[in-house]
């Protein structure tokens, strides 16, 4: 899971050219750190666009809304980024599942019936505030379930997942990376030769404060170090809690797919769709 830090503002020129492609192109291939100023001249090249040309479908795959068969089966798709909150655009354009939407979709789940759920799962995860609210509406939501991994389940999302019932993968999908990280760029060589030193000041014995105004220094990272401990334990416990059976050297953030995967306990077995929703058909049945 990411610890997400603020950046700085890029201020971008906006050309309302009739052509949003290029904005696009922007925001997708920069997907896990999806720039708001690319989604917004991608909004505004595409409110120049005569209403004939937009097909929007031929240029993103949207999230799918939750859906329920007439068995009582409910999907949720969890895909992309894995956020607290984004500007709606960022789940339209496929790019970010938040986790309000997840656990709004798991209660309207239930109140339409829905006798289990299956989560469809790509995502290589995301930010740690909210994600354990929504791994607990998982695990808390009182009807079987499944997950069902393809392409990836990682970091964030394999919180989210390892709260079901059963895990279920492509042979091919990467899952696991239990673990929390924090990166940033370490600038000041560059600011040095452009002529400039950043400075922070702070109340009296508020030496945390500063962090991150500047590179930060030997307390600091002993400080942004023991929090990330702490949050990749709880981590690492969250998934204990539901897996007990996990081998411990998963602990260690790695990915994994196919038979490696099922021998650590990441999954339970490998299989499609369709063997994720028979999995769940059993288990429905057993109650």
């Not at 602990?251 to 995967?261: F, V």
Request: net charge negative.
């Amino acid at each position: 899971m990411s610890r997400s830090k603020s950046t700085p503002k890029n201020p971008t020129t906006m050309n309302l050219e009739p052509r949003a492609i290029s904005a696009l192109a922007q925001i997708r291939n920069s997907a896990w750190m999806a720039s708001p100023s690319h989604v917004r001249e991608y909004a505004s090249r595409l409110a120049a666009m005569p209403e004939s040309m937009v097909d929007f479908e031929d240029f993103y795959n949207p999230r799918q809304p939750m859906t329920m068969d007439n068995e009582g089966i409910a999907v949720i798709h969890v895909a992309g980024m894995l956020l607290d909150e984004a500007p709606p655009i960022y789940e339209k354009l496929g790019m970010a599942t938040t986790y309000p939407t997840l656990i709004a979709e798991l209660e309207q789940a239930i109140e339409v019936g829905a006798k289990g759920i299956c989560l469809v799962i790509n995502s290589g995860g995301g930010h740690v505030a909210g994600n354990i609210e929504a791994a607990k509406a998982v695990k808390s939501v009182g009807v079987p379930t499944v997950a069902f991994c393809k392409g990836m389940a990682c970091s964030a999302a394999y919180a989210i997942a390892s709260q079901a019932d059963a895990i279920l993968a492509t042979p091919s999908a990467t899952v696991g990376n239990i673990g929390t990280i924090l990166s940033w760029p370490d600038d000041d060589e560059f600011w040095r030769m452009m002529g400039i030193e950043w400075k922070a000041m702070t109340n009296e014995g508020a030496d945390l404060k500063s962090t991150f105004h500047t590179e930060p220094d030997a307390a600091q990272l002993a400080f942004l170090q023991e929090e990330l401990d702490q949050m990749g334990a709880d981590f690492q416990q969250l998934v204990a809690d539901s897996r007990p059976d996990i081998d411990p050297e998963t602990n260690r953030a790695g990915w994994y797919y196919g038979d490696k995967a099922e021998a650590l306990g990441i999954i339970d077995a490998q299989g499609t769709m369709q063997d994720a929703i028979d999995a769940l058909r059993s288990q429905i049945a057993a109650i």
